[in-house]
């Protein structure tokens, strides 16, 4: 289980029409950015301190959990001019 597509789901639905092609952009451009960085950072993880890099990464899954849970908002039966989008 990953939580990659969270990402483009949530930041194409929470932009305004008219600004949507320029969050998406920069949603996009930071999303390749970071993972770009745990390219990085995994093998120098690995390197010093082992096992554990996966409890690092078992955490990010479990915040990242709640967040999608407890504080992301349920959209998908929403128009935009409900949400303020319009």
């Known amino acids: 289980m990953t939580w990659g597509p969270l990402a ?5 639905e929470v932009f305004p029409l008219d600004m949507r092609a320029k969050g998406m952009s920069i949603s996009s ?4 950015l970071m993972n ?4 990085l950072t995994t093998p120098i ?3 010093t301190i082992g096992y554990k890099t996966y409890l690092v ?5 479990i915040v990242g959990f709640i967040y999608s849970v407890f504080i992301l908002p349920e959209v998908s039966f929403l128009f935009h ?5 319009h």
């Open 8 to 12: 483009w789901v949530v930041s194409a």
């Open 29 to 32: 451009a930071v999303n390749w």
């Open 36 to 39: 770009f960085t745990v390219a």
């Open 45 to 47: 993880m690995f390197d």
């Open 57 to 61: 990464f078992m955490s990010f899954c």
């Open 81 to 85: 001019t409900v949400l303020g989008l």
